[in-house]
């Protein structure tokens, strides 16, 4: 089951990169971000509602999951609808790909979680394989002020990200499924988002086109209900560092949605790129340490 909520959301992601650069244009950014989790609460308190998901939840609880939507609903998405705004939105999935990283270094703070060295060679191989795999948009790039902009909102886009998860990790241990933490969660995003759209005085601006109403509905509902559903599963199923492996794994899907519709041309160095990234993925999953299992042959060698 794990494996097939792995797969499907490579695919799930890998597909909203070309979605978010297409809500790009009249609507500012804070109000389509506030329309998609908006759109997907909906969805979820109906499903929830329905089907008797939604679990009562503690008064003491609701901080965590009150930081958890700013986090994962709020402010990460303004960090990445900003970095798009300076750098491809190629070169932000780079950098969304490092967090792995920022999930084991959290889980080591927060939850004393230990990483074996399997891991870090396998994300040190899936980050190699990410920059080869955009390597051409690495080298075309003019290292500008803008640039540095997209950097850092990119960087602070994985941080807060990383940061939602740990939050989703003490709401699991405190017995609270992933659909709540997340249906309330979306709530009190949108509640914040709110509060930013009106303390700046943006208008809720709304495009009526195939492509905007297309991507919106894709964002708020396969890749918001349905993705950070099943990625939260995953990151109480597989830890934390394991699950955002996912996240070097969805610029391959990325690339190939490019390929469709921006004359994205794979290379040699992207092809070498996609095969580090998968030898990656099976190194982060691998239990068994490699010297200890080359050490054990030696010995049944003498």
């Not at 060679?121 to 640039?147: E, N, P, R, V």
């Not at 941080?159 to 499924?177: A, D, E, P, V, Y």
């Not at 610029?251 to 790129?273: C, M, N």
């Amino acid at each position: 089951m794990s494996a097939l909520l792995y797969v499907s959301m490579v695919f799930i992601w890998g597909l909203s990169w070309i979605s978010i650069k297409w809500q790009h244009g009249d609507v500012p950014m804070e109000v389509s971000i506030f329309y998609r989790f908006a759109i997907a609460a909906i969805v979820m308190f109906i499903v929830g509602k329905l089907w008797r998901k939604l679990q009562p939840v503690k008064r003491q609880d609701q901080p965590f999951i009150a930081l958890q939507g700013v986090c994962l609903f709020c402010c990460n998405f303004l960090a990445f609808y900003s970095a798009t705004l300076y750098i491809p939105s190629g070169l932000v999935a780079v950098f969304m790909a490092t967090a792995p990283i920022f999930n084991a270094f959290h889980s080591k703070l927060f939850y004393q979680t230990q990483t074996t060295a399997n891991f870090w060679l396998g994300a040190t191989l899936g980050l190699a394989g990410i920059s080869l795999l955009f390597a051409g948009d690495l080298l075309k790039t003019d290292w500008s002020q803008d640039t540095l902009y997209g950097l850092f909102f990119a960087l602070l886009g994985t941080w807060c990200f990383s940061i939602g998860n740990m939050l989703s990790m003490r709401n699991t241990k405190h017995n609270i499924q992933p659909f709540t933490a997340n249906s309330y969660a979306m709530v009190y995003g949108c509640i914040a988002l709110l509060f930013i759209i009106l303390a700046r005085d943006i208008s809720f601006e709304f495009t009526i086109s195939t492509q905007y109403i297309g991507s919106l509905l894709y964002l708020a509902i396969p890749a918001s209900v349905l993705g950070f559903t099943f990625y939260l599963i995953l990151v109480d199923r597989l830890g934390a560092s394991n699950a955002a492996y996912i996240l070097v794994l969805t610029p391959i899907v990325a690339l190939s949605a490019s390929a469709v519709f921006e004359d994205y041309h794979w290379t040699l160095y992207s092809t070498l790129g996609l095969v580090l990234v998968i030898l990656g993925n099976v190194l982060t999953q691998r239990k068994q340490p490699l010297i200890a299992r080359s050490k054990s042959r030696t010995l049944q060698a003498n």
